[in-house]
């Protein structure tokens, strides 16, 4: 007998309809674990909720931060220019994106890398915690004379291809006013522990006089939380994450740790830390849909120098 169908049976793939249940009993067992082995309240989630509306968070951010004298808050609306930016950027280097997840939103990110930052101004870009990152691509199609440093922990050292390893928080190999520009695109928020906090020193201690340090998202939600999928994560680890932070089980999320900071924890942990030769300001953007619904990008952060190669 022959089947009617082309499609692959269920029982030719197993991997595929295994895949669900078997995603299921990890991350049942992981919280069971986790639960056993930390006294803090685990949140199970669907997803990784903010509890308020972007606006919400943002005239909640707004009001709790705005007598930092080193702070500027800036609405930025990616109907417009930046937009416009964006989709040219689509167009000429959506082919280095064919193989990456959330295409779209990592293309945004890094177009608004070269809209916010005139790297024609830089000698010396890093792109921080880069992974498999295509932005080189376009940074050296569009600045070749650009110096370019990639960085991730994945990475071992090897400065002759201008390659950073270890914790960016650490990157004793680099002189202090080395670079002109960093950025890190979806990647703060997996700096776990005090590494956010560290990090802000560093880069004050790396970036040169005209230096800027974008960070794109920033995560933002109406408590201090810390996403994980404890499926994946060891138990015992969560003894690292952040005290203070609800720690939230996100089903599917697929990653270690995911840090979203309320107002108050942006302020009292991260801003903080800014010493006073570095300013920061504070980015809300809206109709980031206008380029794509896929695009989820609405707060973001850059720590600069009072007159840096920032053109906003
Ligand atoms: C989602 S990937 C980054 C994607 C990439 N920036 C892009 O635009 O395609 C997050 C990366 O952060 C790196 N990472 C996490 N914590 C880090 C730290 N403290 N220092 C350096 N890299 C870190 C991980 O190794 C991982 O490769």
């Not at 089947?3 to 992981?30: K, M």
Request: net charge positive; proline share 6%; hydrophobic share 40%.
């Amino acid at each position: 007998m022959t089947l009617a169908t082309t499609e692959p049976t269920p029982w030719e793939e197993p991997s595929t309809w295994l895949r669900e249940p078997l995603y299921t009993l990890a991350f049942r067992r992981g919280l069971e674990r986790h639960r056993r082995a930390t006294p803090r309240a685990i949140s199970p989630t669907v997803g990784t909720p903010t509890g308020a509306t972007p606006d919400e968070l943002w005239r909640s951010l707004c009001a709790a931060l705005s007598r930092r004298s080193n702070l500027r808050t800036l609405e930025l609306d990616l109907a417009g220019k930046a937009g416009q930016r964006a989709r040219d950027y689509w167009r000429r280097f959506s082919r280095h994106y064919r193989k990456v997840g959330a295409a779209r939103e990592k293309a945004l990110e890094h177009a608004l890398t070269f809209e916010l930052m005139d790297l024609s101004r830089a000698r010396r870009y890093c792109d921080v915690a880069s992974a498999k990152s295509p932005i080189q691509h376009a940074l050296r199609a569009e600045y070749p004379a650009l110096d370019l440093y990639r960085q991730d922990l994945l990475y071992e050292t090897d400065l002759s291809r201008r390659i950073i390893g270890g914790y960016a928080q650490n990157m004793t190999q680099i002189a202090d006013g080395f670079f002109d520009a960093l950025a890190l695109h979806c990647s703060f928020e997996h700096f776990a522990g005090s590494s956010d906090v560290e990090f802000v020193s560093e880069v004050d201690r790396v970036l040169g006089s005209r230096g800027a340090c974008l960070i794109l998202p920033l995560y933002m939600a109406n408590e201090h939380r810390v996403y994980f999928d404890p499926s994946i994560v060891p138990p015992g680890q969560l003894a690292s994450y952040d005290d203070g932070a609800r720690l939230c089980a996100a089903w599917h999320y697929r990653q270690h740790h995911g840090r979203f900071y309320s107002p108050e924890a942006l302020g009292a942990r991260l801003l903080a830390a800014v010493p006073s030769g570095l300013s920061a300001t504070l980015l809300h953007f809206v109709n980031g849909q206008s380029i794509d619904p896929s695009v989820y990008l609405r707060f973001g952060l850059v720590l600069h120098r009072p007159e840096s190669i920032l053109t906003i």
